[in-house]
């Protein structure tokens, strides 16, 4: 992890180059964002908001207006929000936090994709989700009596994100009945999804659920789907064997349901996989 100054930003290649001159801001695979602070390699300084307002701060403050648990908020609850924010940048593979470690802060991705998973008792990696640019990561965790992170998250490419801190977060609640409202409904709406999804997953077929899950990543990103996970991660995510799951794609494949390889495939017969994954779609 690599602190980000106010003179450089992050590149794709995980290391810095200098701001452009003529106060633009510099740009390079999509981390476009300047991010303020000094310090030692570790922690970057908080980034301050002086009196008037900064192409830096309003973009920060649009960025996190995007989010669900925070859309419709006032300035004021959002500044709140951001007291002690800090940015970072990880190259792709770093670990951002571990299982067990002090939750202080939540994650609000500028750039770049961070995956949260866990190890199993007999040590195979589970990646549970991937979280893209404009999403917050661990903000449940801010809530937990334990005050400790029940997952690790890791940055799957060079990411660029804020750390806010889950004392800004307790004391906004606190403060501002609409916000602990808007929290509220979010994780009530995390908690139902994840009910459904455990319920889905003990009563589907393997062949039900790489339907349903296809179709969920269409919804997001078009009839050429890019799949996140590695086709072992996402069998371990779907609950079955990574042998069940190339059988799968191979056997749609020839069948012409779909077409590609590896992690980027075409939805060809979009009808086949809604019927499948039709029991998965509860009305409300």
Request: net charge positive; aromatic share 8%.
């Amino acid at each position: 992890m690599t602190k980000v100054n106010s003179r450089m930003v992050c590149s794709s290649s995980g290391g810095f180059r200098s701001k452009p001159s003529g106060g633009a801001l510099a740009a390079d695979s999509g981390l476009s964002e300047l991010a303020r602070g000094t310090g030692g390699a570790e922690e970057a300084d908080a980034v301050g908001f002086p009196g008037g307002s900064s192409v830096y701060e309003s973009g920060l403050l649009h960025l996190l207006m995007g989010v669900r648990p925070f859309q419709g908020l006032d300035a004021t609850a959002l500044h709140e929000l951001l007291q002690g924010v800090t940015a970072h940048c990880y190259e792709a593979g770093e670990l951002v936090f571990r299982e067990g470690d002090a939750a202080t802060a939540y994650l609000l991705v500028k750039a770049g994709e961070v995956e949260v998973f866990r190890y199993s008792h007999n040590g195979e990696e589970r990646v549970f989700q991937v979280f893209e640019a404009g999403r917050t990561v661990a903000e449940a965790a801010m809530f937990m009596p334990h005050g400790r992170y029940p997952m690790c998250a890791r940055s799957r490419t060079v990411t660029l994100l804020y750390r806010l801190r889950r004392e800004s977060l307790l004391a906004a609640c606190r403060r501002h009945s609409d916000l602990a409202m808007h929290m509220l409904a979010t994780l009530s709406h995390a908690l139902y999804m994840q009910v459904n999804k455990v319920d889905w997953i003990s009563s589907s077929s393997a062949s039900e659920r790489l339907a349903n899950y296809l179709l969920g990543l269409k919804a997001r990103q078009g009839s050429t789907v890019h799949l996140p996970l590695s086709q072992r991660q996402l069998a371990a995510h779907l609950g079955i064997r990574a042998e069940t799951l190339s059988r799968l794609f191979t056997d749609w494949q020839a069948r012409g349901y779909v077409a590609g390889r590896r992690n980027e495939w075409e939805l060809r017969d979009e009808a086949y996989l809604k019927q499948l994954a039709s029991p998965a779609q509860r009305s409300f």
